[in-house]
């Protein structure tokens, strides 16, 4: 049984985003510019709630009100507009789990906080749901079921994506770990089967159009973490 007392993430291979970066460097958000910002936004709707192969770079344009010619000063080329949409959504959540994170609730109210930010800031309430809901951030099922298997490139950027999602989790996880006594679970594998239950709760949220389905699999992740584990 080890210490989970100075949690230190247990080494992982570091993927690139692109296919020239270089490993080990931390993420820097790229510079903001209003007409790259858009194409970004309108990028990000068409990729992750419908499909990368069945919307064009003209179509991605007229929606962000950019010129053709403007798309190709900032992205070489489709792929590469998708990989800025896979690293702008890597760090936004891991922005957002470390916000959790370093907050002073309860590692189990944590745990529940990051089903829950999905739900809330796609605009759910109590009596309205929103019309073609998409869970942002963790949701990219739709892109690696897509692309993964045939684009190095992609593969990379959604291993590299969940990497720093893990590390980020798992934060929150060796804190239930120490609070409930459950020595037996280890944090980044914990954290790995809960950002699976985020990204199973994104699909079928996203499937019925109904992002309050996030909260149920935010209570069972929390009751299969607990199950794993036998107290000390």
Same mark, same amino acid.
């Given at each position: 049984?080890?210490?989970?007392?100075?949690?230190?993430?247990?080494? =992982?291979? &570091?993927?690139?985003?692109?296919?020239?970066?270089?490993?080990?460097?931390?993420?820097?958000?790229?510079?903001?510019?209003?007409?790259?910002? =858009?194409?970004?936004?309108?990028?990000?709707?068409?990729?992750?709630?419908?499909?990368?192969?069945?919307?064009?770079?003209?179509?991605?344009?007229?929606?962000?009100?950019?010129?053709?010619?403007?798309?190709?000063?900032?992205?070489?080329?489709?792929?590469?507009?998708? #990989?800025?949409?896979?690293? =702008?959504?890597?760090?936004?959540?891991?922005? &957002?789990?470390?916000?959790?994170?370093?907050?002073?609730?309860?590692?189990?109210?944590?745990?529940?906080?990051?089903?829950?930010?999905?739900?809330?800031?796609?605009?759910?309430?109590?009596?309205?749901?929103?019309?073609?809901?998409?869970?942002?951030?963790?949701?990219?099922?739709?892109?690696?079921?897509?692309?993964?298997?045939?684009?190095?490139?992609?593969?990379?950027?959604?291993?590299?994506?969940?990497?720093?999602?893990?590390?980020?989790?798992?934060?929150?996880?060796?804190?239930?770990?120490?609070?409930?006594?459950?020595?037996?679970?280890?944090?980044?594998?914990?954290?790995?089967?809960?950002?699976?239950?985020?990204?199973?709760?994104?699909?079928?949220?996203?499937?019925?159009?109904?992002?309050?389905?996030?909260?149920?699999?935010?209570?069972?992740?929390? &009751? #299969? #973490?607990?199950?794993?584990?036998?107290?000390?």
């Amino acid at each position: 049984m080890r210490s989970q007392t100075g949690y230190k993430p247990k080494a =992982r291979a &570091t993927a690139v985003l692109r296919p020239s970066a270089k490993t080990n460097v931390e993420l820097q958000p790229p510079p903001v510019t209003e007409s790259r910002e =858009r194409l970004l936004a309108a990028a990000s709707h068409f990729f992750l709630s419908g499909s990368y192969h069945g919307v064009g770079i003209a179509e991605i344009c007229a929606a962000a009100s950019v010129q053709k010619g403007t798309f190709y000063h900032f992205f070489p080329s489709k792929t590469d507009l998708l #990989l800025a949409v896979i690293e =702008r959504r890597v760090l936004e959540i891991k922005e &957002t789990v470390n916000k959790i994170a370093s907050g002073k609730a309860p590692a189990a109210r944590k745990i529940l906080q990051l089903f829950a930010a999905s739900q809330q800031s796609a605009g759910d309430s109590a009596r309205e749901t929103p019309r073609d809901f998409i869970p942002p951030g963790y949701f990219l099922g739709n892109i690696i079921l897509e692309l993964a298997s045939s684009n190095a490139s992609v593969q990379a950027a959604a291993k590299h994506a969940f990497d720093h999602w893990i590390k980020a989790i798992a934060v929150i996880v060796a804190q239930l770990i120490e609070e409930e006594k459950l020595n037996s679970l280890d944090p980044e594998d914990a954290a790995e089967a809960v950002l699976a239950l985020v990204q199973g709760g994104a699909v079928m949220a996203s499937a019925y159009n109904e992002p309050r389905k996030m909260r149920a699999f935010g209570n069972i992740a929390l &009751t #299969l #973490l607990r199950a794993s584990s036998a107290p000390a």
